[in-house]
């Protein structure tokens, strides 16, 4: 399976690239859920700088140079997931709040990891996916931190599956 290859998933659903076409759908999806989740995780600047770096234009021009871009689209059309990753980082990894308890997530999270196959992958979590990435075999890198009115937690993964296909 190739990252760019479209699965088709239960109840209509799709896991397939992100195209320009959906950027905007991606940010409306990402804000809605962040504002619903995880806002207390922000001071005033760290909310209006993470809105800035889910724009429309933040988000193509990571597309551009570089970053790699998954979602999930229901059978309606509406985005209900989104993953983005740059090199080994996770970037943005969001799921719709009516779509949740349905394990969108991971199969985002295993669809790069089997399409990718990196060796190692960091993510600053939210107060919000700390038990997610835990769940996924991440582990702290530190304690919790708020950096530019952000709070989050380090966390890296290591594929124990490298090299023993």
Request: glycine letters at 8%.
């Amino acid at each position: 399976m190739s990252f760019m290859e479209i699965v088709l998933l239960d109840n209509g659903r799709a896991i397939r690239p992100c195209g320009i076409d959906d950027i905007e759908d991606v940010s409306q999806m990402v804000i809605s859920e962040a504002k619903r989740s995880i806002a207390s995780d922000f001071n005033e600047k760290g909310w209006d700088d993470f809105v800035d770096y889910v724009s429309f234009d933040q988000i193509l021009k990571r597309l551009v140079t570089g970053s790699k871009a998954l979602l999930v689209q229901e059978e309606d059309d509406r985005i209900s997931g989104y993953i983005e990753i740059n090199g080994g980082q996770i970037l943005l990894l969001f799921i719709a709040g009516y779509a949740q308890k349905h394990h969108l997530a991971t199969q985002l999270f295993d669809r790069v990891v089997r399409t990718l196959s990196p060796s190692e992958l960091y993510v600053n979590a939210s107060t919000q996916g700390y038990d997610f990435y835990c769940s996924q075999g991440f582990v702290p890198l530190g304690d919790w931190r708020e950096d530019e009115g952000v709070k989050h937690l380090a966390m890296k993964w290591e594929n124990d599956k490298m090299g023993n296909d």
